[in-house]
């Protein structure tokens, strides 16, 4: 079966930059997009980016999504972090030959 | 505006059988490409998917819990239901519903969810 995995945690520090990674098993993203949520504690998950790199519309351009093919990964980058980007990050992507969605494991996100 | 609310029982006993309903407004489920879904997690825990049904009322469940699920719609009323048999204490977790959303081919998203309802399984 398909499946994602992040790191559990990662910190940084208000104003600068971090990335969250997500990699894949077995099967390359080429044709299974990745999408990204955000969900603060005691909220649903909104999303933060889908189909790979696109940001729905509210959603601040310091956040942004990319794939590395070679490394069957992908990432959410947050730049300028605020206080308030503290939250839990989830890819997910779709598996298109099982026909099921597939969510990573999460990554807690501390900005202090 | 598309919102979604969850409503059922907030506590089970072992054996039992959950039955959720999903409520919806701002879309139709007799659109092609509409689906709502279902998404459960555990206290402090990962998002784990559960089961889909389509506007033509295909439906998708996960693989593990397969044997368990059963996943309806009532477009008239505007609701989904999802029923998971043989409770167990390691089923308590809120549960989501969500609007299917997808961009193209391989690319399927869940945006916006329910507030989820937190289910407990206990005696």
């Known amino acids: 079966n398909f499946m994602l995995t992040q790191p559990r945690s990662v910190s940084e520090s208000p104003g600068k930059t971090v990335t969250i990674s997500c990699t894949g098993s077995?099967?390359?993203?080429?044709?299974?997009?990745v999408q990204w949520y955000q969900q603060r504690p005691g909220s649903a998950p909104t999303t933060v980016i889908y189909e790979d790199n696109q940001r729905p519309s509210g959603v601040p351009d310091r956040f942004s999504g990319s794939i590395d093919s070679s490394s069957n990964s992908a990432s959410l980058t947050i730049s300028g972090l605020k206080t308030e980007d503290e939250a839990d990050y989830y890819c997910q992507s779709y598996d298109s030959s099982n026909l099921n969605w597939v969510f990573g494991g999460g990554t807690k996100l501390t900005v202090l | 505006q598309i919102t979604l609310k969850e409503s059922g029982p907030t506590l089970v006993k072992p054996t039992q059988t959950l039955t959720l309903t999903c409520t919806f407004s701002g879309f139709s489920l007799s659109t092609s490409g509409v689906g709502v879904g279902w998404i459960r997690q555990p206290p402090g825990k990962a998002l784990e998917w559960l089961a889909l049904i389509y506007w033509d009322d295909d439906k998708r469940y996960s693989p593990s819990l397969k044997s368990r699920l059963t996943i309806t719609k009532d477009t008239s009323k505007n609701q989904v239901v999802l029923t998971m048999t043989n409770m167990d204490p390691v089923d308590t977790a809120t549960y989501y519903c969500?609007?299917?959303?997808?961009?193209?081919?391989?690319?399927?998203?869940?945006?916006?969810w329910g507030q989820g309802t937190l289910v407990t399984v206990s005696s």
């Open positions: 969500a609007h299917r959303r997808s961009s193209r081919v391989g690319v399927d998203w869940f945006d916006p």
């Open positions: 077995s099967r390359t993203f080429a044709s299974n997009y």
